[in-house]
């Protein structure tokens, strides 16, 4: 390769490393409940540096505004999803403001305020597939990895708390470094195979270990993506 293809190479690498975001949507509704919001501290303090990350606490107008919470100027190529699926499965639950008068985030909130497409969006959210599935989506979302179903996360300890953080931070890690689709797809499924050994190798048991086990096979099993038929 001659200087100025590694040039290129080494400036597009740049640039998808930082047009990555982490998104965190907590919902007031599922309260104590909410696993989204209970790995908010975590997360904040492992990701500080990179990559940009952004609680979504209250709705914003469309994903570009909510880009203003962090002062980011790169539109997102990648983004890695923390959220809740509507009852309706028409998108994500959101809060909503006293100014911004929406608890859906559908297709079209992500492609408010520009015409940006995203390359990959790694929804880590229960039943994600099911929203993502719909026709609508496909306009503003290239490629998906998601769940077929169902993620149940047990925080009550801190050895659980411990497991689905380390989960929640490789998520994150298989979406910055795999170079498409079937690749962070493989390093997504390795973190949970990661963990599972993990857990299964500590046995606490009397702190949640066996939930842990049951819920992170299940998680494994319900792994899909974009390509794969319903």
């Known amino acids: 390769m001659n200087m100025w293809g590694w040039i290129q190479r080494q400036w597009q690498e740049w640039s998808l490393r930082n047009s990555i975001l982490v998104m965190l949507v907590p919902w007031l509704e599922r309260g104590d409940a909410d696993a989204v919001a209970a790995l908010i501290p975590a997360l904040k303090q492992k990701l500080r540096h990179f990559p940009a990350l952004i609680v979504l606490d209250r709705a914003r107008h469309h994903l570009h505004d909510a880009l203003k919470l962090n002062a980011s100027r790169i539109a997102p190529r990648r983004i ?5 699926p509507t009852d309706a499965h028409d998108g994500f639950a959101v809060n909503a403001a006293n100014d911004v008068d929406i608890t859906v985030l559908r297709a079209d909130w992500w492609m408010g305020g520009s015409p940006a497409t995203i390359d990959l969006l790694v929804a880590q959210v229960c039943d994600g597939a099911s929203v993502l599935r719909q026709s ?13 179903g169902s993620i149940d996360e047990y925080l009550g ?7 689905w953080t380390h ?5 994150v890690g298989a979406t910055v470094n795999g170079s ?12 949970f195979v990661d963990e599972l050994i993990t857990v299964h190798d ?8 066996t ?20």
């Open 136 to 148: 609508r989506w496909s306009d503003a979302v290239t490629n998906w990895i998601s769940f077929d």
């Open 157 to 163: 300890s801190d050895v659980g708390r411990e497991c």
């Open 180 to 191: 498409n689709l079937a690749s962070v797809t493989m390093r997504v499924h390795r973190v």
């Open 80 to 84: 890695v999803l923390f959220a809740h």
């Open 211 to 230: 939930i842990n086990l049951c819920n992170l096979e299940r998680a494994l099993q319900l792994l899909v993506n974009s390509e794969e038929n319903p």
């Open 167 to 171: 989960v929640a931070e490789g998520v």
């Open 202 to 209: 500590r046995k606490n048991y009397s702190a949640g270990d």
